[in-house]
């Protein structure tokens, strides 16, 4: 089978290595795209594949009628709200991700972010430390739990809030477990952002839930644009100048956020998942679960079932 590797944001070299070994072990050939420019460049690489390995690679309706042979499409990461995952399986195209694979990464980046910006992103003035202050994490799924743990070793006050994870299970991890996500957004002097990008978490982190913070609160996302509302988030910024938001996907209104210097920090790029670690480990994952996939009609991980 041919299996195409498109990825706008490359993965590691090391990553692509071990995609091919486990690919050419199952019979089947890889053909890469890496850091395409143009829509119609995937468009023609998809025409002839049977499966794709993808990012957060836009696949919708119309890439998916280009790919006449298409079967099976694995996100190498968590997220997968780049797929139109509806229209996959209307044609009969499965769609898997690769949960946990890249948490770590993320995890591991909600703290170079934090220390970045408690420290007033490496300005020279004097800042203040993590130890002691209340963090708060939206959503207790792999990545929230990895930060758990870490935030452990800086010896945080670790409270979560997920309404589909019960209390019990948030708090045998040593974790305060609060009961709505106004109270989370109440008791933490940072909140971190873990949710997915769906119909109900669209915009959802608003206004008057930011609001909430106590003074000097810290909103850091490393989860996904979609899940902030933009203006209603500016407009509280321009009211609360204690406020500050971090954030690893750049806002569609960046220009307008970084009117808040020293408040505001965008990475350049979605940074998180972006260690050779996460890459191997997702890239290698995707490829054994589309070779399962072919071999024995597995789908463990489908999402579009
Ligand atoms: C994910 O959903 O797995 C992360 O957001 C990483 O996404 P990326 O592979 O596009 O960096």
């Known amino acids: 089978m041919k299996i195409l590797v498109a990825t706008e944001k490359p993965f590691a070299a090391a990553a692509v290595e071990g995609i091919k070994k486990v690919a050419q072990e199952e019979g089947h050939e890889i053909v890469l795209l890496e850091k395409y420019q143009e829509k119609q460049q995937l468009l023609d690489a998809v025409a002839d594949v049977d499966a794709m390995i993808v990012r957060s690679d836009k696949v919708d309706k119309e890439v998916l009628d280009a790919a006449k042979n298409l079967k099976i499409v694995v996100r190498a990461g968590a997220g997968y709200d780049s797929i139109d995952t509806a229209y996959a399986k209307e044609k009969g195209v499965v769609v898997e991700n690769t949960p946990g694979q890249n948490s770590n990464a993320v995890a591991e980046l909600v703290f170079g972010l934090l220390v970045f910006t408690v420290r007033n992103f490496f300005n020279g003035k004097s800042g203040s430390e993590l130890k002691g202050k209340k963090l708060g994490i939206l959503a207790f799924g792999n990545v929230g739990r ?81 899940v902030i509302d933009e203006e209603g988030l500016l407009k509280l910024m321009a009211e609360r100048e204690d406020l500050k938001y971090i954030t690893d996907i750049k806002p569609d209104a960046d220009e307008a956020f970084k009117k808040f210097e020293g408040r505001y920090f965008s990475t350049p790029k979605k940074m998180g998942a972006q260690t050779a670690e996460a890459n191997i480990n997702a890239g290698i994952a995707a490829a054994k679960q589309i070779g399962a996939f072919f071999k024995d009609g597995c789908t463990k991980f489908q999402v579009n079932k």
């Open 146 to 226: 990895n930060v758990a743990r870490i935030a452990k070793g800086f010896d945080m006050d670790i409270y979560a809030y997920d309404e589909y994870c019960p209390k019990d299970v948030i708090e045998q991890s040593g974790v305060h477990a609060v009961d709505s996500r106004d109270d989370l957004f109440k008791t933490c002097d940072v909140v971190s952002l873990h949710i997915p990008a769906t119909p109900e978490t669209k915009s959802s982190i608003n206004y008057d839930v930011v609001n909430l913070m106590k003074k000097g609160g810290i909103l850091l996302n490393t989860a996904r644009k979609e």
